[in-house]
T-cell receptor, first 114, second 113 residues
Framework: AQSVTQLGSHVSVSEGALVLLRCNYS??????LFWYVQYPNQGLQLLLK??????LVKGINGFEAEFKKSETSFHLTKPSAHMSDAAEYFC????????????FGTGTRLLVSP | DGGITQSPKYLFRKEGQNVTLSCEQN?????MYWYRQDPGQGLRLIYY???????QKGDIAEGYSVSREKKESFPLTVTSAQKNPTAFYLC????????????FGEGSRLTVL
C-alpha cells in the first residue's frame, strides 16, 4: 500500500516570504508524486508531477518540488508567496494498481498575510 | 471549452432520501472517478470507472452506487444507507494514457438535514 503524509494542516507566511509545504510518502514501488491546489469551493488543479524523470520538478505559478528518495520526500516550495497563493494544497502518490488510483494526503492550508 | 460539469453545486436532503449527483465530461476521457472530501481527511475514493459499463469500488463505496452507461457521464447516487453523507463530492476524469493528472469538476456540496 502507498500513503502520503503532509506535515502541518495549516502553514502561515507573509507575502513575499518563502513557501515550504512538506510531503513524505511511503511506497513499495517507485512512486509517481503529484501536488494539487484547491481554491475554496472548487475542484483540484494539478500544480506539478514527478514521474521518474528529473528530480526537480517545476510547476505552474512559480511552484517547484524536489523528489528526494533517501528522505522519501517531495516538498513543495515557492521563493516568494503571493496573496493569490492562499489555498489548500494536496500531495498525492500513485496507487499500487498504477496511475488510476491516486492516494491523497490530508492537505495543507496555506495562509498568506500582507 | 472542455471540462467536467458537476451538478447541483449545493444540495440539501432529508435523512432517508436517496440523491443523485451528476457528472458530465467532454474531454473524451476513458476513466472517471468520484471522491469524497471531508475537512482534515483529504480526498477518499468512492468509485471509479475505466471504461463504459464497468466500474470498481474505491476505499469507501458503502452506501453509494454509480453507473457508467455513457463515456461522458458517471452519476453518483448517495443512498439512505450512507450513514454520514454530508460532504463535498468531487468528480474527476483522466485520459487512457493516464499520467496521473486528474481533471476535476467544481464539486457538489451535499448537506443532510
Amino acid at each position: 500500500a502507498q500513503s502520503v503524509t503532509q506535515l502541518g494542516s495549516h502553514v502561515s507566511v507573509s507575502e513575499g516570504a518563502l513557501v515550504l509545504l512538506r510531503c513524505n510518502y511511503s511506497s513499495s514501488v517507485p512512486p509517481y508524486l503529484f501536488w494539487y491546489v484547491q481554491y475554496p469551493n472548487q475542484g483540484l488543479q494539478l500544480l506539478l508531477k514527478y514521474t521518474s524523470a528529473a528530480t526537480l520538478v517545476k510547476g505552474i505559478n512559480g511552484f517547484e518540488a524536489e523528489f528526494k528518495k533517501s528522505e522519501t520526500s517531495f516538498h513543495l516550495t515557492k521563493p516568494s508567496a503571493h496573496m493569490s497563493d492562499a489555498a489548500e494544497y494536496f500531495c498525492a502518490v500513485s496507487g499500487d494498481t498504477g496511475f488510476q488510483k491516486l492516494v491523497f494526503g490530508t492537505g495543507t492550508r496555506l495562509l498568506v498575510s500582507p | 471549452d472542455g471540462g467536467i460539469t458537476q451538478s447541483p453545486k449545493y444540495l440539501f436532503r432529508k435523512e432517508g432520501q436517496n440523491v443523485t449527483l451528476s457528472c458530465e465530461q467532454n474531454l473524451n476521457h476513458d476513466a472517471m472517478y468520484w471522491y469524497r472530501q471531508d475537512p482534515g481527511q483529504g480526498l477518499r475514493l468512492i468509485y471509479y470507472s475505466q471504461i463504459v459499463n464497468d466500474f470498481q469500488k474505491g476505499d469507501i463505496a458503502e452506501g453509494y452506487s454509480v453507473s457508467r452507461e455513457k463515456k461522458e457521464s458517471f452519476p453518483l447516487t448517495v443512498t439512505s444507507a450512507q450513514k454520514n453523507p454530508t460532504a463535498f463530492y468531487l468528480c474527476a476524469s483522466s485520459g487512457l494514457k493516464n499520467t496521473g493528472e486528474l481533471f476535476f469538476g467544481e464539486g457538489s456540496r451535499l448537506t443532510v438535514l
